[in-house]
Protein backbone atom coordinates (compact mmCIF):
# COMPACT_ATOMS: atom_id res chain seq x y z
CA UNK A 1 0.00 0.00 0.00
CA UNK A 2 3.25 2.17 -0.87
CA UNK A 3 3.43 3.78 -4.20
CA UNK A 4 6.38 2.78 -6.40
CA UNK A 5 9.14 5.77 -5.85
CA UNK A 6 8.48 8.69 -8.62
CA UNK A 7 9.78 12.29 -9.30
CA UNK A 8 7.32 15.12 -8.15
CA UNK A 9 6.98 17.84 -10.19
CA UNK A 10 4.82 21.50 -9.47
CA UNK A 11 4.48 22.82 -13.08
CA UNK A 12 4.10 26.70 -12.54
CA UNK A 13 2.12 26.93 -16.09
CA UNK A 14 0.55 25.80 -18.98
CA UNK A 15 3.72 25.33 -21.50
CA UNK A 16 5.40 23.82 -18.62
CA UNK A 17 2.83 21.47 -17.52
CA UNK A 18 3.08 20.20 -21.52
CA UNK A 19 6.89 19.82 -21.26
CA UNK A 20 6.21 17.80 -18.17
CA UNK A 21 3.92 15.65 -19.81
CA UNK A 22 6.02 15.22 -23.43
CA UNK A 23 9.15 13.94 -20.61
CA UNK A 24 6.50 10.91 -19.48
CA UNK A 25 5.17 12.46 -16.40
CA UNK A 26 1.83 11.19 -15.36
CA UNK A 27 -0.77 13.89 -15.38
CA UNK A 28 -2.36 14.54 -11.64
CA UNK A 29 -4.91 16.53 -10.58
CA UNK A 30 -6.82 16.20 -7.23
CA UNK A 31 -5.01 12.53 -6.95
CA UNK A 32 -8.15 10.62 -5.57
CA UNK A 33 -8.44 8.49 -8.34
CA UNK A 34 -4.40 8.14 -9.25
CA UNK A 35 -3.27 7.87 -5.66
CA UNK A 36 -4.93 4.92 -4.71
CA UNK A 37 -4.00 3.35 -7.87
CA UNK A 38 -0.53 4.12 -6.93
CA UNK A 39 -0.39 2.97 -3.35
CA UNK A 40 -1.83 -0.57 -5.12
CA UNK A 41 1.05 -0.10 -7.74
CA UNK A 42 -1.85 -0.85 -10.41
CA UNK A 43 -0.33 2.56 -11.81
CA UNK A 44 3.75 3.45 -11.62
CA UNK A 45 4.63 6.47 -12.89
CA UNK A 46 7.93 7.27 -12.69
CA UNK A 47 7.30 11.09 -12.58
CA UNK A 48 3.96 12.52 -11.62
CA UNK A 49 3.11 16.19 -12.85
CA UNK A 50 0.62 18.08 -9.71
CA UNK A 51 -1.38 20.55 -11.83
CA UNK A 52 -3.57 21.87 -8.82
CA UNK A 53 -1.08 25.10 -8.84
CA UNK A 54 -1.82 25.95 -12.75
CA UNK A 55 -3.32 29.53 -13.37
CA UNK A 56 -6.87 29.20 -14.04
CA UNK A 57 -6.98 25.06 -12.86
CA UNK A 58 -9.68 25.58 -10.59
CA UNK A 59 -12.99 28.41 -10.74
CA UNK A 60 -16.21 28.39 -12.90
CA UNK A 61 -16.50 31.84 -15.07
CA UNK A 62 -20.22 32.44 -16.96
CA UNK A 63 -19.93 34.22 -20.62
CA UNK A 64 -23.15 34.78 -22.33
CA UNK A 65 -24.91 31.43 -22.18
CA UNK A 66 -21.82 29.27 -21.30
CA UNK A 67 -20.43 28.12 -18.30
CA UNK A 68 -16.92 26.97 -18.13
CA UNK A 69 -15.62 24.79 -15.50
CA UNK A 70 -11.55 24.57 -14.83
CA UNK A 71 -11.03 21.21 -14.88
CA UNK A 72 -9.09 21.30 -11.45
CA UNK A 73 -12.78 22.42 -10.00
CA UNK A 74 -13.46 19.93 -7.03
CA UNK A 75 -16.25 18.36 -6.61
CA UNK A 76 -17.35 19.43 -3.68
CA UNK A 77 -16.99 23.15 -4.73
CA UNK A 78 -19.64 22.03 -7.29
CA UNK A 79 -21.88 20.17 -4.15
CA UNK A 80 -21.48 23.59 -2.67
CA UNK A 81 -23.04 25.59 -5.77
CA UNK A 82 -19.87 27.26 -7.57
CA UNK A 83 -22.12 26.64 -10.95
CA UNK A 84 -25.19 29.16 -11.02
CA UNK A 85 -28.69 28.20 -11.74
CA UNK A 86 -30.55 25.32 -13.05
CA UNK A 87 -27.34 23.47 -14.46
CA UNK A 88 -25.76 24.31 -10.91
CA UNK A 89 -28.54 22.36 -9.07
CA UNK A 90 -28.10 19.57 -11.20
CA UNK A 91 -24.41 19.42 -11.48
CA UNK A 92 -24.40 19.79 -7.73
CA UNK A 93 -26.74 16.64 -7.10
CA UNK A 94 -24.18 14.60 -8.91
CA UNK A 95 -21.29 15.81 -7.12
CA UNK A 96 -22.68 15.19 -3.79
CA UNK A 97 -23.15 11.20 -4.36
CA UNK A 98 -19.35 10.98 -5.61
CA UNK A 99 -17.41 8.99 -3.13
CA UNK A 100 -17.33 10.76 0.32
CA UNK A 101 -16.89 14.24 1.25
CA UNK A 102 -13.18 14.17 1.71
CA UNK A 103 -12.49 12.16 -1.39
CA UNK A 104 -14.84 15.43 -3.16
CA UNK A 105 -12.59 17.55 -1.23
CA UNK A 106 -9.19 17.06 -3.61
CA UNK A 107 -11.36 15.06 -6.37
CA UNK A 108 -11.77 17.11 -9.37
CA UNK A 109 -13.99 17.16 -12.26
CA UNK A 110 -11.24 17.66 -15.15
CA UNK A 111 -9.28 14.92 -13.38
CA UNK A 112 -12.15 12.40 -13.19
CA UNK A 113 -13.38 12.96 -16.99
CA UNK A 114 -9.72 12.41 -18.53
CA UNK A 115 -9.29 9.49 -16.05
CA UNK A 116 -12.22 7.73 -17.82
CA UNK A 117 -13.32 5.12 -15.06
CA UNK A 118 -16.36 3.49 -16.93
CA UNK A 119 -18.12 3.95 -13.68
CA UNK A 120 -16.74 7.57 -12.49
CA UNK A 121 -19.84 9.81 -11.79
CA UNK A 122 -19.15 12.62 -14.31
CA UNK A 123 -17.89 10.15 -17.27
CA UNK A 124 -21.59 8.76 -16.84
CA UNK A 125 -23.57 12.34 -16.49
CA UNK A 126 -21.36 15.36 -19.08
CA UNK A 127 -21.63 13.45 -22.29
CA UNK A 128 -25.89 14.15 -21.76
CA UNK A 129 -24.97 17.91 -22.05
CA UNK A 130 -24.49 19.70 -25.87
CA UNK A 131 -20.96 20.87 -24.22
CA UNK A 132 -17.54 20.44 -24.98
CA UNK A 133 -14.07 19.49 -23.51
CA UNK A 134 -11.51 22.19 -23.99
CA UNK A 135 -7.87 20.53 -24.44
CA UNK A 136 -4.87 22.29 -24.37
CA UNK A 137 -2.01 21.27 -26.18
CA UNK A 138 1.12 22.49 -27.80
CA UNK A 139 -0.90 24.37 -30.66
CA UNK A 140 -3.02 25.68 -28.05
CA UNK A 141 -6.52 25.02 -27.08
CA UNK A 142 -8.95 22.53 -28.98
CA UNK A 143 -12.40 21.62 -28.54
CA UNK A 144 -13.66 18.21 -28.33
CA UNK A 145 -17.49 17.43 -27.94
CA UNK A 146 -18.32 16.41 -24.62
CA UNK A 147 -20.06 13.02 -26.38
CA UNK A 148 -17.04 12.01 -27.84
CA UNK A 149 -14.81 12.25 -25.40
CA UNK A 150 -14.75 9.06 -23.89
CA UNK A 151 -13.60 6.69 -26.62
CA UNK A 152 -12.97 3.28 -24.18
CA UNK A 153 -12.17 2.25 -20.81
CA UNK A 154 -9.92 4.53 -19.81
CA UNK A 155 -9.72 6.32 -22.92
CA UNK A 156 -10.11 9.28 -23.98
CA UNK A 157 -9.77 11.98 -27.17
CA UNK A 158 -7.19 13.16 -25.50
CA UNK A 159 -3.58 13.09 -27.91
CA UNK A 160 -0.95 11.86 -25.23
CA UNK A 161 0.78 15.29 -25.56
CA UNK A 162 -2.75 17.25 -24.54
CA UNK A 163 -4.29 18.23 -21.05
CA UNK A 164 -7.89 18.72 -20.07
CA UNK A 165 -8.10 22.20 -19.20
CA UNK A 166 -11.40 22.67 -19.03
CA UNK A 167 -15.46 21.66 -19.35
CA UNK A 168 -17.66 23.85 -20.98
CA UNK A 169 -21.67 23.56 -20.74
CA UNK A 170 -24.47 25.39 -22.16
CA UNK A 171 -26.50 27.02 -19.30
CA UNK A 172 -30.13 25.12 -19.13
CA UNK A 173 -33.39 27.45 -19.47
CA UNK A 174 -36.46 27.05 -17.27
CA UNK A 175 -38.36 24.17 -17.19
CA UNK A 176 -35.46 21.92 -18.21
CA UNK A 177 -36.16 18.72 -16.86
CA UNK A 178 -33.52 16.30 -15.76
CA UNK A 179 -33.89 12.64 -14.17
CA UNK A 180 -30.71 11.15 -12.28
CA UNK A 181 -30.43 7.49 -11.06
CA UNK A 182 -27.32 5.38 -9.81
CA UNK A 183 -26.70 1.80 -8.44
CA UNK A 184 -24.90 1.49 -5.03
CA UNK A 185 -25.23 -1.19 -2.51
CA UNK A 186 -23.36 1.58 -0.38
CA UNK A 187 -23.42 5.57 -0.67
CA UNK A 188 -20.32 6.27 -2.32
CA UNK A 189 -19.21 3.13 -3.64
CA UNK A 190 -18.68 2.71 -7.38
CA UNK A 191 -21.99 2.87 -9.64
CA UNK A 192 -23.15 -0.68 -10.68
CA UNK A 193 -25.11 1.45 -13.22
CA UNK A 194 -26.10 5.13 -13.67
CA UNK A 195 -28.45 6.31 -16.02
CA UNK A 196 -29.39 10.23 -16.47
CA UNK A 197 -31.92 11.85 -19.14
CA UNK A 198 -32.00 15.69 -19.61
CA UNK A 199 -35.01 17.30 -21.30
CA UNK A 200 -34.22 21.05 -22.92
CA UNK A 201 -37.24 22.68 -24.16
CA UNK A 202 -37.14 22.76 -27.56
CA UNK A 203 -34.11 20.03 -28.06
CA UNK A 204 -34.59 16.10 -28.44
CA UNK A 205 -34.36 14.69 -25.31
CA UNK A 206 -31.46 13.10 -24.10
CA UNK A 207 -29.65 10.13 -22.13
CA UNK A 208 -26.72 8.19 -20.99
CA UNK A 209 -26.21 5.16 -19.57
CA UNK A 210 -23.21 3.99 -18.08
CA UNK A 211 -21.04 2.36 -15.40
CA UNK A 212 -21.56 -0.95 -17.13
CA UNK A 213 -17.45 -1.82 -17.80
CA UNK A 214 -18.28 0.37 -21.16
CA UNK A 215 -18.00 3.55 -22.46
CA UNK A 216 -21.09 5.26 -21.61
CA UNK A 217 -23.50 5.05 -24.27
CA UNK A 218 -25.39 8.30 -25.30
CA UNK A 219 -29.23 8.17 -26.24
CA UNK A 220 -29.68 11.16 -28.80
CA UNK A 221 -33.29 10.92 -28.88
CA UNK A 222 -34.40 9.53 -25.99
CA UNK A 223 -38.01 11.14 -25.79
CA UNK A 224 -39.59 7.61 -25.08
CA UNK A 225 -37.76 7.44 -21.44
CA UNK A 226 -40.37 10.02 -20.92
CA UNK A 227 -43.58 8.22 -21.26
CA UNK A 228 -45.52 6.79 -18.54
CA UNK A 229 -44.32 3.47 -19.25
CA UNK A 230 -40.77 3.60 -19.76
CA UNK A 231 -40.24 -0.53 -20.31
CA UNK A 232 -40.17 -1.18 -23.39
CA UNK A 233 -37.76 1.59 -24.74
CA UNK A 234 -35.15 1.08 -21.48
CA UNK A 235 -34.98 -2.81 -22.58
CA UNK A 236 -34.53 -1.80 -26.64
CA UNK A 237 -31.92 0.19 -25.07
CA UNK A 238 -29.99 -1.79 -22.97
CA UNK A 239 -30.49 -4.84 -25.46
CA UNK A 240 -28.55 -2.95 -28.14
CA UNK A 241 -25.51 -3.17 -25.51
CA UNK A 242 -24.86 -6.46 -26.15
CA UNK A 243 -24.16 -8.95 -23.78
CA UNK A 244 -24.43 -8.32 -20.18
CA UNK A 245 -24.83 -10.50 -17.21
CA UNK A 246 -28.68 -10.73 -16.27
CA UNK A 247 -28.21 -9.10 -13.22
CA UNK A 248 -26.44 -6.05 -14.89
CA UNK A 249 -29.01 -5.70 -17.37
CA UNK A 250 -32.05 -5.89 -15.12
CA UNK A 251 -29.73 -2.72 -13.46
CA UNK A 252 -29.62 -0.94 -16.73
CA UNK A 253 -32.54 -1.22 -17.70
CA UNK A 254 -34.28 -0.12 -14.27
CA UNK A 255 -31.75 3.12 -14.31
CA UNK A 256 -33.03 4.14 -17.34
CA UNK A 257 -36.46 3.65 -16.03
CA UNK A 258 -36.75 5.60 -12.99
CA UNK A 259 -34.25 8.50 -14.50
CA UNK A 260 -36.29 8.79 -17.50
CA UNK A 261 -39.61 8.82 -13.80
CA UNK A 262 -37.60 11.49 -11.75
CA UNK A 263 -36.94 13.45 -15.36
CA UNK A 264 -40.57 13.19 -16.09
CA UNK A 265 -42.01 13.96 -12.55
CA UNK A 266 -39.11 16.76 -12.40
CA UNK A 267 -40.80 20.05 -12.76
CA UNK B 1 16.24 7.21 -3.04
CA UNK B 2 15.07 11.00 -3.73
CA UNK B 3 14.16 12.93 -0.92
CA UNK B 4 13.82 16.40 -0.52
CA UNK B 5 12.36 19.36 1.77
CA UNK B 6 8.76 19.24 2.85
CA UNK B 7 6.97 22.23 4.03
CA UNK B 8 4.26 21.90 6.25
CA UNK B 9 2.28 23.60 8.49
CA UNK B 10 0.72 21.09 11.22
CA UNK B 11 -1.42 21.89 14.15
CA UNK B 12 -0.40 25.66 13.73
CA UNK B 13 3.36 25.05 13.41
CA UNK B 14 5.64 25.48 10.75
CA UNK B 15 8.01 22.83 9.68
CA UNK B 16 9.82 20.92 7.48
CA UNK B 17 10.97 17.34 6.93
CA UNK B 18 13.10 15.39 4.40
CA UNK B 19 11.24 12.71 2.90
CA UNK B 20 10.62 10.89 -0.72
CA UNK B 21 8.10 12.46 -3.15
CA UNK B 22 5.80 8.65 -2.71
CA UNK B 23 5.30 8.89 0.98
CA UNK B 24 2.07 9.48 1.92
CA UNK B 25 0.79 12.00 4.41
CA UNK B 26 -0.42 9.79 6.93
CA UNK B 27 3.73 8.38 6.98
CA UNK B 28 4.83 11.43 7.19
CA UNK B 29 2.44 12.91 10.19
CA UNK B 30 3.58 9.78 12.46
CA UNK B 31 6.66 8.72 11.30
CA UNK B 32 8.72 11.85 10.55
CA UNK B 33 6.57 13.82 13.28
CA UNK B 34 5.26 10.96 15.96
CA UNK B 35 1.90 12.34 15.62
CA UNK B 36 0.09 8.66 15.86
CA UNK B 37 -3.21 10.21 16.48
CA UNK B 38 -4.05 9.71 12.42
CA UNK B 39 -4.65 6.08 11.80
CA UNK B 40 -4.10 3.66 8.85
CA UNK B 41 -6.37 1.13 7.88
CA UNK B 42 -7.11 0.31 3.79
CA UNK B 43 -4.38 2.78 2.70
CA UNK B 44 -6.11 3.41 -0.66
CA UNK B 45 -8.61 5.66 0.29
CA UNK B 46 -12.07 3.55 1.46
CA UNK B 47 -12.13 3.75 5.41
CA UNK B 48 -11.60 6.68 6.18
CA UNK B 49 -9.41 5.98 9.25
CA UNK B 50 -7.01 8.15 8.42
CA UNK B 51 -8.73 11.35 7.41
CA UNK B 52 -7.65 14.34 8.37
CA UNK B 53 -7.81 17.89 7.81
CA UNK B 54 -5.68 19.36 4.85
CA UNK B 55 -6.18 23.11 3.80
CA UNK B 56 -8.89 23.77 5.98
CA UNK B 57 -11.20 20.40 5.18
CA UNK B 58 -11.41 17.17 5.23
CA UNK B 59 -9.18 14.57 3.29
CA UNK B 60 -7.70 11.32 2.76
CA UNK B 61 -3.89 11.44 4.03
CA UNK B 62 -3.06 7.80 3.16
CA UNK B 63 -3.24 8.98 -0.74
CA UNK B 64 -2.37 12.27 -1.09
CA UNK B 65 1.42 12.12 -1.18
CA UNK B 66 3.66 14.05 0.24
CA UNK B 67 5.00 15.73 -2.61
CA UNK B 68 1.48 17.18 -3.46
CA UNK B 69 1.67 18.27 0.29
CA UNK B 70 4.52 21.00 0.00
CA UNK B 71 2.94 23.92 1.31
CA UNK B 72 0.11 22.75 3.05
CA UNK B 73 -1.80 23.46 6.10
CA UNK B 74 -2.86 19.84 7.94
CA UNK B 75 -4.78 19.44 11.71
CA UNK B 76 -4.54 16.41 13.28
CA UNK B 77 -6.59 14.73 15.68
CA UNK B 78 -3.90 16.24 18.05
CA UNK B 79 -4.70 19.60 16.69
CA UNK B 80 -8.17 19.43 17.58
CA UNK B 81 -7.69 19.38 21.51
CA UNK B 82 -8.86 22.35 22.24
CA UNK B 83 -11.31 22.46 19.81
CA UNK B 84 -14.72 23.25 21.21
CA UNK B 85 -16.56 21.16 18.66
CA UNK B 86 -14.50 18.58 19.13
CA UNK B 87 -14.46 18.18 22.75
CA UNK B 88 -18.69 17.99 21.75
CA UNK B 89 -18.17 15.13 19.64
CA UNK B 90 -15.87 13.38 21.88
CA UNK B 91 -18.35 13.92 25.29
CA UNK B 92 -20.90 12.43 23.13
CA UNK B 93 -19.34 9.48 21.63
CA UNK B 94 -18.81 8.71 25.30
CA UNK B 95 -22.04 9.05 26.02
CA UNK B 96 -23.18 7.65 23.04
CA UNK B 97 -20.60 4.02 23.22
CA UNK B 98 -19.92 5.34 19.66
CA UNK B 99 -16.30 3.50 19.70
CA UNK B 100 -15.18 0.26 20.67
CA UNK B 101 -11.79 -0.66 19.55
CA UNK B 102 -10.95 3.25 18.91
CA UNK B 103 -9.08 2.54 15.68
CA UNK B 104 -11.78 4.34 13.44
CA UNK B 105 -12.37 7.29 16.01
CA UNK B 106 -9.96 9.86 14.68
CA UNK B 107 -11.48 9.58 11.30
CA UNK B 108 -14.97 9.42 12.46
CA UNK B 109 -14.41 12.14 15.08
CA UNK B 110 -13.19 14.92 12.17
CA UNK B 111 -15.98 13.77 9.51
CA UNK B 112 -18.06 14.16 12.22
CA UNK B 113 -16.84 17.76 13.09
CA UNK B 114 -17.58 19.07 9.44
CA UNK B 115 -20.86 17.54 9.37
CA UNK B 116 -21.74 19.10 12.43
CA UNK B 117 -20.28 22.69 10.95
CA UNK B 118 -21.34 22.49 7.27
CA UNK B 119 -24.71 20.87 7.85
CA UNK B 120 -26.31 22.08 10.84
CA UNK B 121 -29.74 20.99 9.57
CA UNK B 122 -28.85 17.42 8.94
CA UNK B 123 -30.95 14.53 9.96
CA UNK B 124 -30.17 11.22 10.85
CA UNK B 125 -30.65 9.95 6.96
CA UNK B 126 -28.20 12.98 6.26
CA UNK B 127 -25.87 12.21 8.91
CA UNK B 128 -25.60 8.33 7.80
CA UNK B 129 -25.02 9.32 4.37
CA UNK B 130 -22.40 11.89 5.13
CA UNK B 131 -20.20 9.50 8.02
CA UNK B 132 -20.27 6.70 5.06
CA UNK B 133 -17.14 7.15 4.23
CA UNK B 134 -15.63 6.19 7.57
CA UNK B 135 -15.81 2.21 8.59
CA UNK B 136 -16.31 0.63 12.19
CA UNK B 137 -15.69 -2.46 12.45
CA UNK B 138 -16.82 -3.04 15.97
CA UNK B 139 -20.26 -0.51 16.80
CA UNK B 140 -22.10 -1.24 14.00
CA UNK B 141 -22.93 2.94 13.60
CA UNK B 142 -25.70 3.09 15.62
CA UNK B 143 -23.72 5.01 18.61
CA UNK B 144 -22.00 7.05 16.15
CA UNK B 145 -24.90 7.99 14.30
CA UNK B 146 -26.60 9.09 17.70
CA UNK B 147 -23.07 10.89 19.01
CA UNK B 148 -23.33 13.02 15.80
CA UNK B 149 -27.30 13.94 15.86
CA UNK B 150 -26.75 15.06 19.76
CA UNK B 151 -24.19 17.30 18.92
CA UNK B 152 -26.27 18.47 16.08
CA UNK B 153 -29.32 19.07 18.35
CA UNK B 154 -27.40 20.74 21.03
CA UNK B 155 -26.09 23.17 18.67
CA UNK B 156 -29.61 23.77 17.37
CA UNK B 157 -30.84 24.40 20.87
CA UNK B 158 -28.36 26.48 21.59
CA UNK B 159 -28.64 28.60 18.41
CA UNK B 160 -32.23 28.61 18.96
CA UNK B 161 -31.66 30.07 22.86
CA UNK B 162 -29.11 32.86 21.70
Redesign the interface.
Known amino acids: ????????A?PADWPEALALLGGGARA?AG??SL??M???RLAQPGA?A?L?HLPGFAGVTVTGATCRIGAGTTH?AIEDGAVPGLLGRILAGVARRI?????R??GTIGGSFSHADPAADWVAVLPVFMGEAIAFGPAGERRIPLDGFLRGLFETALAPDELLRAIELPLLPAGTRWGHWKFCR???EFSKATACVLAVPGAPVRAVLAALDTPPLVIADAGALLLAAPEAEAARIVAGLGPLEPWRAALARTALQRAGLAAREDA | MNRSAISLTVNGAATTLEAEPRTHLADLLRGGMLLTGTHLGCEHGVCGACTVELDGAPARSCITHAGACDGASVRTIEGFAEDAVMAALRAAFTAEHALQCGYCTPGMLITARDVVLRLPEADEARVREEMAGNLCRCTGYRGIVRAVLRVLEQRRSAAAVA
Not at chain 1, 99 to 103: G, S, T
Open positions: MKPAAFTYRQGQGPMNLVDRAAYRAVNRKPG
